[in-house]
């Protein structure tokens, strides 16, 4: 049977995007300066609280092009993930290094022939004197409106850790600023960080604008309660891979024809899926989920997402074809392809 390709990746971080040559050229640019000096106190004290991200501290002032793609890779479980990310901010110092960003993230998903992409952005990563949120905005807008290579859509991610309210008043900022600049909005990062129930304002008023909605629930195989996510207006739902813990659950999620955001690398490379451990996408598709295939960080991960669909294949035994109804249902998930209901 002819391989079908993967045409659409929803579950995409811009930073987690980046590329070698990017970090190459970052690092030859800021040798010799202290990246650490742009760091918040919280974000420094996230760094700083394990010997781990004391590591990653030490070298951000000692920069090698040899080691430092090796250093930002080098977690083995997703908090540790969570600090290399937030660790490779940190070459991300001006507009000129957010735009070389985006460019490369879009020349990248473009080598993977990919149609459509949206990237999830953390504006609170790149926020400093020298780049304002007015400057991050529209250059989030140019790129959406001039790439060539394929579609690119924006969500916005506020950062859990900082609380509901301040991923409230962000958004109300960037649609006072544009409108049109984003399509969906989401919410990333450690799950304890901050009680989903915090976000309700959050999702609403991106429901109320006409954005898609989207959150990271259920990540690691740990028991996780989704009766808040079932009350807010989600259209998708980042992994989800907890739910397979209870099939009513599941069902609920079925039911209310909310898709789900499968990352399988991510998944096992974090450990939030153990090796060993069966992943819950097969049982997830037999029970009828709507599963979308994305790579998550494609350069931390070091994955594409024909690589995701290699995975899935083995994972569950299916065939070609399940192919086809994937990319289906990621053409129906996708925040800016079609209008979404809210699902109340």
Not at 131 to 159: F, G, K, N
Not at 313 to 342: D, G, R, V, W, Y
């Amino acid at each position: 049977m002819k391989q079908i390709q993967p045409v659409a990746d929803l579950h995409r971080h811009l930073l987690g995007s980046m590329t070698e040559h990017f970090v190459t050229t970052q690092v030859e640019k800021y040798t010799g300066k202290d990246l650490t000096a742009q760091f918040n106190p919280l974000q420094r004290a996230f760094l700083e609280g394990t010997p781990f991200g004391q590591k990653l501290l030490r070298h951000l002032a000692t920069l090698s092009p040899e080691t430092t793609a090796g250093r930002f890779r080098s977690f083995s479980t997703l908090h540790e993930f969570l600090q290399c990310y937030l660790a490779s901010s940190a070459l991300v110092r001006e507009p000129e290094d957010f735009s070389f960003l985006i460019q490369e993230a879009i020349r990248e998903a473009a080598a993977e022939q990919l149609s459509y992409v949206e990237f999830t952005v953390s504006p609170t990563l790149y926020l400093s004197d020298a780049i304002s949120l007015p400057v991050l905005v529209e250059l989030l807008e140019h790129y959406c409106q001039t790439s060539e290579e394929l579609a690119v859509r924006w969500l916005l991610d506020p950062v859990r850790n900082r609380g509901g309210e301040a991923a409230l008043a962000l958004l109300r900022q960037i649609l006072n600023l544009s409108p049109q600049a984003l399509c969906g909005v989401s919410l990333a990062g450690d799950e304890r960080a901050a009680p989903l129930e915090e976000f309700s304002g959050y999702f609403r008023l991106a429901k109320s604008g006409g954005l898609g909605t989207t959150a990271h629930i259920g990540e690691g195989l740990e028991e996780t309660d989704f009766s808040v996510a079932l009350e807010l207006p989600l259209d998708r739902i980042g992994h989800g891979n907890a739910s397979i813990l209870c099939p009513m659950i599941v069902d609920a999620i079925v039911a209310k024809e909310i898709a789900y955001e499968v990352c399988l690398t991510s998944n096992r490379k974090t450990a939030a899926v153990p090796d060993g451990a069966p992943h819950p996408v097969a049982a997830l598709w037999k029970a009828g989920a709507r599963l979308t295939l994305n790579t998550d960080d494609p350069f931390h991960f070091e994955t594409t997402l024909q690589n995701e669909v290699e995975s899935f294949l083995t994972e569950t035994n299916l065939s070609q074809e399940a192919i086809s109804a994937l990319n289906e249902n990621a053409m129906h998930a996708a925040f800016a392809l079609t209008s979404k209901p809210s699902n109340t």
